[in-house]
């Protein structure tokens, strides 16, 4: 049968290149970025040498920093902000609150405060450091998601989300405690795991994190429709046959899973999560899930924060400090406009 | 064009939680009809709809979609026959008309697929049925309370279901808009033959739009038939707990009742 009328399926289109467009467009600012990244530091080279140091030539002082120091910093801040951006955007629409990202909930929490009492009262240092602080975050979690399904009656979104925001500031606490007790040469070294940055990532983590931001950010995506069906409620969701429970089960885990890896590298990246969703939403259109829009934006707010906060200032800052800084109005923005119109 | 889906309770108990609020109902809701459930506030009839939805799970008895248990059909299945219009559905922000509508299509929609030519024209009917071809690239959120009732239908006549059934469709829409929503569903009705079965705390428009009426307290049915044969003022003070009159609605010609009230009531006995 063929479909004859225009009128609607215009609108169609046009929302469908418009995110296409989107898309694309912040395909090539990251690609932009990353070449920038690449060639611009202390030392500007050539892309003539970038590649030939990618391509694994020798040259003499570029190799290191290139391949060392610059490329691990690029593709985890790449990787880091995607995870982050998508993870950030599924967790908003799954639960139907923009406040509900992990940095809000307490999950990247829950890795802080493993990864700084491994480096404080333990003094481990490396990947041990990062995979204990992964597998916390996923604990912490799991724990968030029992104690706001237990009860009489049930899972419930705002229980999940007043959950998580206790478990923060508990784990908080905890965080400030060891800081206090700690000795100040380990308290540096800790910091990455409170504001999150891309100092030390190690170009031996990145293959890791790239396969597992890759594989986990393609499986979700194609449950794209369930994703819109899931926030129109639990109500449609039953009507129109969705299998919610499931469903729900396999968004949390992949975003959590996505969120624990990428906060074992970089530690939690201030509001990037928070804020991918909306910035995605508003520039490819709202009404879809835009997941890989928000994986994207994620990506150019870490690289690009990234890149100014090491060099538009007269001291180097870690990114998270600058992606903190941009969240903030956004969440006292977010507050206000609840105020005005009363939360539903 | 008759549709072939029947919906029936039997026995059905159910409730939140252990506490039941339905108790012991049976009733086969009329095929090609359109049902009101009425009764007071906390009888238990939004419940018995929720239940008949697969919203609740009964706690004994059985909802029976064409005769088989509603619980252990396949939910996409299910959602093919019977759709539902929740009574505070969820507008996610800045959707657009025809995007919002799409969604209904959840059921139709192979894995990894873009909408086909039979999804487009589905919702192309259902659009033009419910009067909103020209919002389609209006967000949902800048409507008014009527227009916006008028996609979440057009949203479940998407989903071309056989039965379709409504949770207070009209509480919170202008008189205007009421008879509009209710006009829609009759000629909905007329011409798909679609079988409606809806919650209505307005007992007059319950009674001129209903074919067929259940009537519920305290999570008991009590009386079901046409209005015309089961409303009486003693029915209404069973049910309500209300003095009424009834005369005969000018316009329709059915029942039309007129609640006394306290203070006349002393006047006029």
């Known amino acids: 049968m063929k479909y004859e009328k225009t009128a609607i399926l215009d609108g169609y289109r046009k929302r469908n290149r418009r995110y296409l467009l989107v898309c694309g467009a912040m395909g090539f600012i990251i690609l932009g970025l990353a070449i920038f990244e690449m060639v611009y530091g202390n030392t500007v080279y050539p892309i003539s040498t970038v590649i030939k140091a990618l391509m694994g030539e020798n040259i003499k002082g570029a190799s290191y920093t290139i391949v060392s120091i610059r490329l691990p910093r690029m593709s985890g801040g790449l990787l880091c902000g995607f995870a982050f951006g998508m993870a950030g955007n599924i967790f908003q629409k799954l639960l139907r609150n923009p406040l509900a990202s992990p940095d809000i909930i307490g999950v990247t929490s829950g890795s802080s405060v493993a990864a700084v009492y491994c480096i404080l009262v333990l003094h481990l240092s490396g990947s041990i450091v990062s995979i204990i602080a992964m597998l916390s975050g996923l604990l912490v979690s799991a724990i968030i998601y029992w104690l706001a399904q237990s009860g009489p009656y049930g899972f419930s979104n705002s229980r999940l989300i007043l959950t998580g925001i206790g478990a923060q500031a508990f784990l908080n606490a905890l965080v400030s405690w060891l800081l206090l007790k700690a000795a100040q040469y380990d308290v540096p070294n800790a910091l990455r795991w409170l504001s999150g940055s891309l100092n030390n990532v190690n170009l031996s983590e990145i293959p890791r994190l790239l396969f597992v931001t890759a594989t986990v950010s393609l499986f979700l995506s194609v449950f794209y429709k369930h994703l819109e069906i899931i926030e129109l409620g639990e109500h449609h969701a039953i009507t129109l046959g969705l299998n919610k429970n499931a469903i729900r089960i396999t968004f949390i885990l992949g975003a959590l899973i996505l969120i624990a890896f990428a906060t074992s590298i970089s530690g939690p990246i201030a509001s990037v999560a928070f804020l991918s969703g909306p910035i995605a939403n508003k520039l490819a259109g709202e009404g879809k899930s835009n997941m890989l829009s928000s994986g994207l934006t994620g990506s150019i707010l870490v690289m690009a924060s990234d890149m100014a906060a090491q060099y538009a200032f007269p001291a180097r800052y870690p990114v998270g400090v600058l992606t903190g800084i941009l969240g903030a109005p956004y969440l006292i923005y977010l507050l206000l406009s609840y105020n005005r119109k009363g939360v539903q | ?269």
């Open chain 2, 1 to 269: 064009m008759a549709t072939i889906s029947t919906l029936e309770v039997t026995g059905l108990t159910s409730g939140y939680h252990h506490n039941p609020i339905v108790k012991e109902v049976s009733a086969v809701i009329p095929k090609n009809k359109i049902s009101v459930i009425i009764g007071a506030n906390g009888c238990g009839k939004s419940t018995l709809l929720k239940s008949m939805a697969r919203l609740l799970t009964p706690n004994s008895g059985a909802v029976l979609l064409n005769g088989k248990k509603i619980q252990e059909e396949s939910s996409k299945h299910v959602a093919k026959k019977l759709g539902l219009l929740p009574q505070t559905p969820i507008v996610p922000d800045g959707i657009k008309v025809s995007d919002l509508i799409a969604r209904g299509r959840f059921p139709y929609r192979k894995f990894m697929q873009n909408l086909s030519a039979d999804d487009y024209k589905a919702i192309e009917e259902s659009m033009s049925m419910m009067g909103i071809l020209d919002l389609a690239d209006k967000p949902v959120d800048e409507l008014s309370g009527g227009q916006r009732q008028r996609v979440w239908i057009a949203l479940a006549l998407a989903q071309e279901t056989d039965i379709l059934l409504l949770d207070e469709p009209i509480t919170y829409l202008d008189i205007s808009y009421q008879i509009e929503i209710l006009d829609l569903l009759v000629e909905l009705n007329k011409k798909k033959g679609t079988t409606i079965c809806m919650v209505l705390h307005d007992i007059n428009l319950a009674v001129r739009y209903a074919d067929y009426l259940f009537a519920m307290k305290k999570g008991k049915l009590i009386k079901e038939g046409k209005p015309s044969e089961i409303i009486s003022s003693k029915l209404l003070e069973e049910v309500f707990g209300l003095k009424s009159t009834i005369i005969n609605d000018p316009v329709s010609n059915t029942p039309l009742i007129i609640p006394i009230g306290k203070h006349l009531a002393a006047s006029s006995l």
